[in-house]
């Protein structure tokens, strides 16, 4: 009974390896543009900003009292309010830089979860709109 025992275990440990369990979020994303600068997280520094320039300011669902600063995020646009907005299979992954109520440059819709940089939201959409819904992760 031991072997069968030891050969279930270490099935269902193999087994555990194929899948990837991961937990993602839904929620909703704008998008704002230029200027950027002064950041609620980094202030005036330049070099907070990604080099891909996906980057992203925090919604009060996501701030946590200024602790999301520098996190990232995988975000994938789900749905929007106009068919063929989403981009289908993209994945983008942006790095929290600021808090979308003190941004200097106001979101194209408020009171969302995430407010992307012009090219992450356009890195995920085909077309342009106010907001998406998105399902967003950390990493």
Not at 39 to 54: E, W
Request: net charge negative; proline share 6%; charged share 10%.
């Amino acid at each position: 009974m031991q072997t069968n025992q030891r050969q279930l275990v270490s099935y269902l440990l193999i087994l555990s390896q194929l899948f990837c369990f991961s937990h993602a979020d839904v929620g909703t994303a704008a998008q704002y543009n230029p200027p950027y600068l002064p950041t609620a997280c980094y202030g005036d520094d330049q070099t907070q900003f990604p080099s891909s320039n996906l980057f992203a300011a925090a919604g009060d669902g996501i701030w946590d009292n200024g602790a999301s600063c520098g996190r990232q995020y995988l975000v994938r646009c789900i749905s929007a309010s106009q068919p063929g907005t989403c981009a289908p299979d993209q994945t983008i992954q942006v790095k929290i830089v600021d808090y979308a109520p003190t941004a200097l440059s106001s979101p194209s819709s408020q009171s969302t979860t995430i407010v992307l940089s012009g090219t992450a939201f356009g890195g995920i959409t085909n077309i342009a709109a106010d907001s998406i819904n998105i399902e967003f992760q950390q990493v």
